[in-house]
């Protein structure tokens, strides 16, 4: 009997040392780093649908994107594929981007990437084309500091850079090349 529980005791000391040898020699996981999330961000939005209200509470514009992340110290909010339906008496547009930026304390937005202004009118529309605009609701004025392309039934035009003034419709553009039809008529300027 004293025999079986020596051999007992060999075997299970045999099986501790493997057991042992097996743990120590695992490979060693390298450590990775923790993920850095800003310390700023106070929430993420998807599927979001945002309305501004003028002061008599009628839309001003609507904004819609698939993701928002809102920076809490800066008060403002970066915005994939924005998509905005603004309006103002002289007709609705619509604009889109791959990026944007919207500063709360101001409502200011600025659109960068692929960025499209779509004037809504059956009788007047026009496509606006850039890489960067700054769209300005408070004002109801666009900045477009980068190179654009504007395109009606009636004209091409190319300029370097644009300032809008969407309630009185009057925009100055910069450095303009054109074509403007009329009927049978071609005009280059």
Known sequence: ???????????????????????????????????????NIDYYL?????????????????????????????????????DIHYFIDTGPWHIRAQQGELLHKTDQITLTEQVSLQRIDAQDPMQLQSDRVEFNPQSDTIHIPNALTVKTDELNLQADS?????????????????????????VTS
């Open 1 to 39: 009997m004293r025999l079986f529980h020596v051999l007992l005791m060999i075997i299970g000391m045999i099986s501790a040392v493997t057991v042992g040898w097996f743990y120590d020699n695992r490979p060693i996981l390298t450590r990775v780093s923790t993920l850095q999330v800003p310390d």
């Open 46 to 82: 998807s599927a979001v649908k945002y309305r501004s209200l003028d002061e008599l509470g009628k839309t001003r514009y609507q904004l819609q994107s698939p993701y928002l992340e809102h920076y809490i110290r800066e008060d403002r909010s970066l915005i994939t594929h924005p």
């Open 162 to 186: 644009a300032l809008m003034n969407m309630k009185h419709k009057r925009h100055q553009f910069n450095r303009v090349k054109s074509i403007y039809r009329r009927g049978d008529q071609h």
